[in-house]
């Protein structure tokens, strides 16, 4: 049964609203504002009738505390009204009331408003529901299909198995000490997470190669970048994908490859990526070696501050690298 919390300072009004609904509704009645507040501490009602005009706390105010308080800000209202002021009914619906009923009550309007408001505040908070579940539904798919996309990729060379992912914990963990809202973190992530997705399209031969690549083999290993890109380039959801992709080996100095970029007409997102990439490149332990020691890794980023990489973001990566979960490459021994 719906719960109604009818605020009037007129007995005689609540005991008619109370005999008219109390056999469809559970009905709190109120005299005054702060009657009405103790029966909101214990009891959230489906709809609130309040009166405009009252001694101390008068409808307004009482419609503006409690649109302040976000536990009751949705409880839709109806204004009962003692003038038939056009102003009046216009103040009632711009200050985001439902609607508003006449003073004397009429038996049938009362019933009809009450039952139409409770009808479509039912369907909307059931639409709200539906709409959150699809919502959820949407992106646990979306994080699925990146997660799948990125074991794509380490399953391709199992050698490098868990490079995607820490190469997102890194870069995510910069975003943040950058100051990257939350949302922009979680984007950062995804984005490092798929950073080379590219090696779908570059041949084993090359991407499994233990000696050092030739001329052309490394030209091939150098396309993972423009292939990762055209892989990406539909997926409109993450702005920054495929700057993330496309330009995460390009160096500081302007030597580095696709596009020979430097400096600030490097992508942030591919500059955050590209130092989280070498730290784990370096750390990371191989079949055929085992990881540099991270202390000697963040030496040689330091090393490399303002030619490989941007001075800004290894700054923040050194301030941050002691509470990074640097310890699981063991784990990716083969
Ligand atoms: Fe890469």
């Avoid at 994080?143 to 399953?155: C, E, G, K, P, V």
């Avoid at 914990?169 to 984007?187: F, M, P, R, T, V």
């Avoid at 993972?224 to 539909?234: C, P, R, S, V, W």
Wanted: glycine residues 6%; contains cysteine; negative net charge.
């Amino acid at each position: 049964m719906h719960k109604l919390l009818i605020i009037d300072d007129s007995k005689t009004v609540l005991n008619q609203a109370m005999m008219l609904l109390k056999d469809f509704y559970h009905v709190f009645p109120a005299i005054s504002g702060s009657t009405a507040l103790k029966i909101l501490e214990h009891h959230i009602p489906d709809l609130i009738l309040l009166d405009l005009l009252m001694p101390e706390m008068d409808g307004r105010e009482f419609f503006i505390l409690l649109k302040s308080r976000p536990e009751l800000s949705d409880i839709p209202v109806i204004f009962l009204i003692s003038d038939t002021n056009d102003q009046t009914e216009a103040e009632c619906i711009s200050l985001g009331a439902c609607d508003f009923i006449r003073k004397p009550i009429i038996k049938e309007v009362l019933l009809s408003r009450v039952e139409k408001t409770l009808e479509l505040f039912d369907y909307r908070r059931d639409l709200q529901q539906t709409l959150d579940e699809k919502t959820r539904q949407i992106e646990t798919a979306y994080i699925q299909t990146m997660a799948a996309l990125a074991n794509t990729i380490d399953a391709k060379d199992p050698d490098t198995n868990g490079h995607s992912i820490r190469v997102a914990y890194y870069s995510g963990q910069i975003a943040h000490q950058l100051g990257y809202s939350k949302e922009d973190c979680e984007n950062i992530y995804f984005i490092a997470l798929l950073h080379d997705v590219g090696k779908i399209g570059v041949p084993d031969s090359v991407l499994k190669k233990r000696d050092r690549l030739t001329e052309e083999e490394y030209e091939l290993m150098k396309q993972h970048t423009t292939i990762g890109a055209h892989i990406l380039k539909d997926i409109k959801m993450l702005p920054g994908l495929c700057d993330g992709t496309l330009y995460h080996h390009e160096r500081y100095d302007g030597t580095g490859y696709p596009n020979g970029l430097s400096g600030e007409a490097i992508p942030r997102i591919a500059r955050i990526i590209s130092v989280a990439d070498t730290f784990d490149a370096m750390t990371a332990t191989r079949c055929y070696r085992k990881g540099m020691d991270p202390k000697i890794a963040l030496e040689e980023l330091k090393r490399n501050r303002g030619t490989q990489f941007d001075p800004e973001i290894t700054d923040t990566f050194l301030e941050i690298a002691d509470g990074l979960e640097v310890s699981n490459h063991e784990a990716d021994l083969m």
